[in-house]
């Protein structure tokens, strides 16, 4: 076969597979929002996030390079609402911080990044250069 002959060969293989539903993993894997339910603990850092079954977040210890936009009157422990969000390039538990009146605040929506099953992540600098771990607390 020359070069020319391999290229559609390959295309219609991969589109037979793609048809016949054994496509190729990329290595992203989707989860459910049950999967996220429970608390999860970082090393060290006291950083503490609960997920309840109701899609509602409580979390202590949350990095203040996050908080910071919120100004000096954060609480040490904020809540809120949370859900999973897969559409994105990098999955998330995305967390929407309610102030006492059940209204979104001014901090707004706070990024958990999907590591795996059991590892969840804050990125502080955006950049991605340090990560706060946190960890399914079995």
Same mark, same amino acid.
């Given at each position: 076969?020359?070069? $020319?002959?391999?290229?559609?060969a390959?295309?219609?293989?991969?589109?037979?597979?793609?048809l016949s539903?054994c496509?190729?993993?990329?290595?992203?894997?989707?989860?459910?929002?049950?999967e996220?339910?429970?608390?999860?603990?970082?090393d060290?850092?006291?950083?503490v996030?609960?997920?309840?079954e109701? $899609?509602?977040?409580?979390?202590?210890?949350?990095?203040?390079e996050?908080l910071?936009?919120?100004?000096?009157?954060?609480p040490?422990?904020?809540?809120g609402?949370?859900k999973?969000?897969?559409?994105?390039?990098?999955?998330?538990v995305?967390?929407t911080?309610?102030d006492a009146?059940?209204?979104?605040?001014?901090?707004?929506e706070?990024p958990?990044?999907?590591?795996?099953?059991?590892?969840?992540?804050?990125?502080?600098?955006?950049?991605?250069?340090?990560?706060?771990m946190?960890?399914?607390?079995?």
């Amino acid at each position: 076969m020359n070069q $020319r002959q391999v290229f559609p060969a390959v295309g219609a293989l991969v589109g037979v597979l793609m048809l016949s539903g054994c496509g190729f993993d990329l290595g992203k894997v989707d989860y459910t929002e049950p999967e996220f339910v429970g608390f999860w603990v970082g090393d060290g850092a006291g950083t503490v996030v609960a997920l309840g079954e109701d $899609r509602t977040f409580t979390a202590v210890g949350v990095p203040d390079e996050l908080l910071d936009g919120a100004g000096s009157d954060v609480p040490a422990e904020i809540e809120g609402t949370w859900k999973y969000n897969s559409k994105s390039s990098a999955d998330h538990v995305e967390l929407t911080v309610t102030d006492a009146d059940g209204m979104p605040a001014e901090l707004g929506e706070l990024p958990l990044y999907v590591a795996d099953g059991d590892d969840l992540f804050f990125l502080p600098d955006q950049v991605g250069r340090e990560k706060i771990m946190v960890s399914r607390d079995r």
